[in-house]
């Protein structure tokens, strides 16, 4: 990560922690240099007791992804990721 570079967002994703995996290594694979990368929490949880339950994470799949992943890369690699994550 480098802390005082230009970046953008070049890729986004709702819940899909491998699809974000198989985007970091493609970049990786290709020689793009990765800006910054991580995931925020997309939804608060739905009790508000202070116990921070929620009824879908004990279904048979187990809790659920809330968060966001993202990747960022500079300006000038922008056109070339995008193009290379067009085809996950």
């Known amino acids: 990560m480098a802390l005082f570079g ?3 967002k ?4 709702w819940g899909d922690a491998p699809r974000w995996k198989a985007a970091r290594a493609v970049l990786k694979q290709q020689g793009i240099k ?3 990368s991580g995931f925020y929490d997309t939804e608060a949880p ?3 007791c202070g116990a ?3 009824h ?3 279904g048979p799949n187990g809790p659920i992804d809330r968060h966001t992943y993202y990747l960022c890369v ?3 690699d922008v056109p070339r990721a995008k193009a290379l994550l067009a085809k996950l």
């Open 10 to 13: 070049v890729f986004e994703v």
């Open 6 to 8: 230009k970046r953008e």
């Open 52 to 54: 921070k339950l929620d």
């Open 34 to 36: 990765i800006m910054e």
């Open 74 to 76: 500079r300006p000038e």
């Open 46 to 48: 739905i009790c508000g």
């Open 56 to 58: 879908r994470d004990f």
